[in-house]
């Protein structure tokens, strides 16, 4: 395996790591993910630094292999990471939870990823 296919293999391990990781902020429920507690503040924080780290994948991947997946929303990815890192005043919690609920478990189906 060339050293390309070994850090894509990397990569996308990751991936499926950090979905596993929104399903278990999403296990808690809509209710504690945004509920005025410390709980509601972990989780919200989580849940950002979960679409982060995918997003920074997506960024690390190559032209070539988005391209074999045109179904995915590659650029939102990207904008989305950059509204959660930069305008946090600016963040809505219900887009979030969406994303971690359904668009996350989306595009590891869409990549033909599993979970860890």
Not at 41 to 67: D, S
Request: hydrophobic letters at 40%.
């Amino acid at each position: 395996m060339s050293t390309d296919d070994q850090r894509l293999t990397h990569r996308l391990a990751d991936m499926a790591r950090f979905a596993d990781e929104a399903a278990w902020v999403v296990h808690f429920g809509r209710d504690a993910y945004v509920s005025d507690d410390p709980q509601g503040a972990l989780l919200r924080n989580a849940g950002e630094r979960i679409l982060i780290k995918i997003a920074t994948v997506v960024e690390k991947l190559p032209e070539t292999y988005k391209g074999t997946h045109p179904q995915v929303q590659w650029v939102a990815i990207s904008r989305l990471r950059n509204l959660v890192a930069h305008h946090y005043d600016k963040v809505n919690d219900d887009l979030i939870w969406v994303s971690l609920e359904r668009d996350v478990p989306q595009l590891i189906q869409d990549l033909g990823l599993t979970s860890q």
